[in-house]
């Protein structure tokens, strides 16, 4: 891996964690930017890959800090993907709650990355506040 870092989310980071939500189509990251930012600020472990002084990934978890590190998003540059920075971000963020199990959503398109890396599949739910 060229001269990728792995460091704590900062405030000034947010920019460009949006402008990756954008160029991935998560649009509803976008349209909420206010709540996103709140969410990265509330978020343990919030992590953001640099390539010098480029933000090319990040990571935003929730943790109980003892049983379940949920990954929240995972998401990496399209020109950095394949390099390993995905999973140096899920390292980091569970050497940091060394004894919780890691649980994550995928898509259609990310889960054989995952199932390749010895996750296994479970059922989920989703349901957005605005539909409750």
Not at 30 to 48: F, R, Y
Request: hydrophobic content about 35%; charged content about 25%.
């Amino acid at each position: 891996m060229k001269t990728i870092q792995v460091r704590t989310f900062q405030e000034s980071d947010f920019e460009a964690v949006q402008q990756l939500n954008q160029k991935e189509g998560w649009t509803s990251l976008i349209e909420k930017g206010q709540d996103t930012m709140c969410s990265w600020l509330n978020s343990e472990p919030a992590l953001v890959a640099t390539d010098g002084d480029e933000v090319v990934g990040y990571l935003r978890g929730l943790t109980d800090g003892n049983i379940t590190l949920y990954i929240c998003e995972l998401l990496i540059k399209e020109s950095h993907r394949n390099q390993g920075i995905g999973d140096k971000l899920i390292q980091v963020a569970h050497e940091c709650y060394p004894s919780t199990r890691v649980e994550m959503l995928a898509t259609n398109d990310s889960g054989g990355y995952y199932e390749k890396r010895g996750y296994r599949a479970f059922a989920g739910f989703r349901k957005a506040a605005e539909e409750m």
